[in-house]
T-cell receptor
Framework: KQEVTQIPAALSVPEGENLVLNCSFT??????LQWFRQDPGKGLTSLLL?????REQTSGRLNASLDKSSGRSTLYIAASQPGDSATYLC??????????????FGGGTRVLVKP | SAVISQKPSRDICQRGTSLTIQCQVD?????MFWYRQQPGQSLTLIAT?????????ESGFVIDKFPISRPNLTFSTLTVSNMSPEDSSIYLC????????????FGQGTRLTVV
């Protein structure tokens, strides 16, 4: 059974510092991996999508890397701002057809950026 | 991408009653999903809403408790039946789309409190 883990569960940094969020998964048969942002009580906003054939994706201050061999993905947020405070979730989609290519979510990392 | 409208955004309901949540997508999609996010937890898939056939439920979720309709390729409803305080959660609608790569998009969620 696929498992996705995010450590740490919570993170607090001063404004301007770079954020590094970790996501690990147990099955290397990955189709793609998505990073999401969730504000309190709200839905999920897709940030970055990395296909299994890719090593990284970038969007503005965000950069996500993927290392299939070690089962890890990292989300970097440069020069953090208070508006980056939210919960960040990673979700892995496996290749196995029997699983219906469903998403498996990590527990999330709750980020607080202090002004 | 896909724009998903979910209604209601929040509700407070009496135990023993039922609530129907609506999900409208701005384009035709094959796969629609319903998730539950209990307080402080990550997302758990309830079921896959299939157009023209019964929904496919995940382990631990049953049709009598969470009936789902999918009348066409842009709309679905989830009903939470005979509610108890344990049903207090955020319920999220999601779709898979993308021409080249499968990417998940989410609605803004329905925050349900059962009293």
């Amino acid at each position: 059974k696929q498992e996705v883990t995010q450590i740490p569960a919570a993170l607090s940094v001063p404004e301007g510092e770079n954020l590094v969020l970790n996501c690990s998964f147990t099955d290397s048969a990955i189709y793609n991996l998505q990073w999401f942002r969730q504000d309190p009580g709200k839905g999920l906003t897709s940030l970055l999508l990395i296909q299994s054939s890719q090593r990284e994706q970038t969007s503005g201050r965000l950069n996500a890397s993927l290392d299939k061999s070690s089962g890890r993905s990292t989300l970097y947020i440069a020069a953090s701002q208070p508006g980056d405070s939210a919960t960040y979730l990673c979700a892995m989609r496996g290749r196995i057809k029997a699983a219906g290519n469903k998403l498996t979510f990590g527990g999330g990392t709750r980020v607080l950026v202090k002004p | 991408s896909a724009v998903i409208s979910q209604k209601p955004s929040r509700d407070i309901c009496q135990r023993g009653t039922s609530l129907t949540i609506q999900c409208q997508v701005d384009s035709q999609v094959t796969m629609m999903f319903w998730y539950r996010q209990q307080p402080g937890q990550s997302l758990t898939l309830i079921a896959t809403a299939n157009q023209g056939s019964e929904a496919t439920y995940e382990s631990g979720f049953v049709i009598d408790k969470f009936p789902i309709s999918r009348p066409n390729l842009t709309f679905s409803t989830l009903t939470v039946s005979n509610m108890s305080p344990e049903d207090s959660s955020i319920y999220l609608c999601s779709v898979d789309t993308g021409r080249r790569y499968t990417e998940a998009f989410f609605g803004q969620g329905t925050r349900l409190t059962v009293v």
